[in-house]
């Protein structure tokens, strides 16, 4: 009837046991470990503290449960606005979402922190509902991280300019 509570598995005389749990599976609690990391599998930027993204390369979400969610479901993921292709572990606690840049996605401008959506409706063995998770399109000053380990890729688009140049030769 709406109570809260704590999980907690009794054990009983018989040898038997009783488990209740009432914690929703979170994707960004650490204590439990879970995790949320971010990557792009772009190799030119090594030397950076955060990853670069361009058209073609593959952008991948890892989502780390401290609970197994419900047999056969995982949670549905979006990057930069668009459906990302999900795959789950044997145990379903590790997920990994993935979606190739095209430089056409809308909703976010070069050089802002990419996008991702975790949608509410994946649940534990128990029936708890995990939350919505929204990581919002802004520039690195202005971004709210949602990642638990502070990585994240910047959607970089823009071909770099050159100023003009001056050759001089002897």
Do not use: C, M, W
């Not at 704590?6 to 914690?23: A, L, N, Q, Y």
């Not at 802002?112 to 919505?132: K, P, Q």
Request: glycine share 6%.
């Amino acid at each position: 009837a709406g109570n809260a509570g704590v999980s907690k598995t009794v054990t009983e005389p018989t040898g038997g046991s009783v488990s209740f749990d009432k914690t929703a599976p979170d994707f960004t609690n650490t204590a439990n470990n879970s995790s949320i990391t971010i990557v792009s599998d772009n190799e030119s930027d090594d030397d950076l503290a955060y990853r670069l993204a361009i058209e073609t390369d593959v952008i991948t979400l890892t989502l780390t449960s401290g609970e197994a969610l419900k047999a056969a479901t995982k949670p549905s993921v979006t990057i930069l606005g668009v459906s990302a292709t999900v795959t789950a572990n044997a145990n379903n606690t590790i997920f990994t979402a993935t979606h190739t840049v095209t430089g056409d996605e809308a909703e976010i401008e070069d050089q802002e922190v990419i996008n991702f959506e975790i949608s509410a409706g994946y649940s534990d063995a128990s029936g708890n509902e995990g939350s919505e998770i929204i990581q919002e399109s802004a520039t690195v000053a202005n971004a709210t991280l949602l990642t638990t380990d502070g990585t994240y890729v910047l959607y970089d688009i823009s071909p770099p300019v050159l100023s003009r140049v001056r050759y001089k030769s002897n």
